[in-house]
């Protein structure tokens, strides 16, 4: 069973450009979580969602945006690039919402570099 | 969401069993605890998860006291590729939303 895909795995854009992640979930699974990883940092969570809808999102500028298509694959993106942005970005999905004993499956991630 | 704690790093030898506990004082009823690990540049693993007492796995056990305020997550016989970060959380679920919390983490570093 394949795993969750993120594409591109590299990524290098100028200053106040934009950038575009994609990710496929797991087969069945119907949520979708993005987090961002800077360097030596924990993971900070972005947004989740689930079934299309956006569930819930961290604390993040409204730059940072996404969307879930009918396929639950889903697209990250993040407008007016900034210095800072570059990281770590990973996808993650899980098959049962909303409950506490919900695992999460992480991609590999894109690595964003910003120059 | 339950704050996590646990220690910044380790350092253990091939072939030692290493224990890292993990402290949540507030964890709530409904939460379970789960144990992810991160290799450099890649996404997080599922290592295990569990609610109370002890919960075991090919690859890991995980104590859970009766009051569910710490865990401790145990590698038996850690070689050099268990040389990673390994993550303590609390999974909460409650109004309609669900995330997961990273804290830092506890870098294990397996010494040859």
């Known amino acids: 069973e394949a795993g969750v895909t993120q594409s591109p795995t590299h990524l290098i854009k100028t200053r106040g450009q934009q950038a575009t992640l994609r990710c496929s979930p797991i087969?069945?699974?119907?949520?979708v979580y993005w987090y961002q990883q800077a360097l030596g940092l924990g993971l900070q969570f972005l947004l989740w969602y689930d079934e299309g809808e956006e569930r819930n999102r961290g604390n993040f500028p409204p730059r940072f945006s996404g969307r879930q298509f009918p396929n639950y694959s889903s697209e990250l993106n993040v407008n007016a690039l900034e210095l800072e942005d570059s990281a770590l970005y990973l996808c993650?999905?899980?098959?049962?919402?909303?409950?506490?004993?919900?695992?999460?499956?992480f991609g590999a991630g894109t690595r964003l570099s910003v120059l | 969401l339950a704050k996590t704690t646990q220690p910044i790093s380790m350092d253990s030898y091939e072939g030692q069993e290493v224990n890292i506990t993990c402290s949540h004082n507030?964890?709530?009823?409904?939460?379970?605890i789960t144990w992810y690990q991160q290799f450099p540049s890649q996404g997080p693993r599922f290592i295990i998860q569990g609610y109370k007492t002890k919960v075991t796995n090919e690859v890991a056990s995980l104590f859970i006291p009766a009051d569910r305020k710490s865990s401790t997550l145990s590698l038996p016989r850690v070689s050099l590729s268990d040389t990673a970060v390994y993550y303590c959380l609390v999974g909460h679920s409650g109004a309609g939303s669900y995330q997961l919390t990273f804290g830092k983490g506890t870098k294990l570093s397996v010494i040859p």
């Open positions: 993650a999905s899980s098959l049962v919402l909303g409950q506490a004993k919900n695992i999460q499956y």
């Open positions: 087969s069945g699974h119907t949520s």
């Open positions: 507030n964890i709530a009823t409904n939460d379970y």
